[in-house]
């Protein structure tokens, strides 16, 4: 009984431990909504970093130097670009529309502040 304890406690902290190693930061989490195709699927029309979609699309601009964005800026943008931009564009209002929570808006932004 007593082993079994030691086991289970070493489990319980190690598998804490292990979390923690692959616990995604905010940045990773919006990388991956960035290129989920059920999410964002900014990479549809945006290509950022090198990695681009294979096959069509690439209607918005390649993404560069975004780290200079202010943070406020990047979150107008995926909320309602038509209203960031002050005209229409073919870029969707994610966070007006609905599509992105504002968590998930703010992990997008950790990651676009990533990007020289
Ligand atoms: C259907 C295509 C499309 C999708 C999907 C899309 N965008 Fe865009 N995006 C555009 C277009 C087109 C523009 C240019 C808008 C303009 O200047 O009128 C743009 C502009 C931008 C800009 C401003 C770039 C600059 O240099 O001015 C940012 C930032 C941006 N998009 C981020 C995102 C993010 C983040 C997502 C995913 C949540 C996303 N976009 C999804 C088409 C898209």
Redesign the pocket.
Known sequence: MKVANKLLIATAVSGLLVSNVFADSLADQGKK??SNNKQ???I???AVNGQTLDGP?S???V?TG?SY?PEEE?YK??YN?YES?G?I????A?GKNGW?SDSEIKA?VAF?KTIN
């Open positions: 909504i960035y964002g699927n900014c549809a029309c945006h699309g209607l918005g601009p993404l975004l964005w990047l943008m995926i670009p931009k005209h564009t073919a870029m969707p994610f992105l997008v676009l």
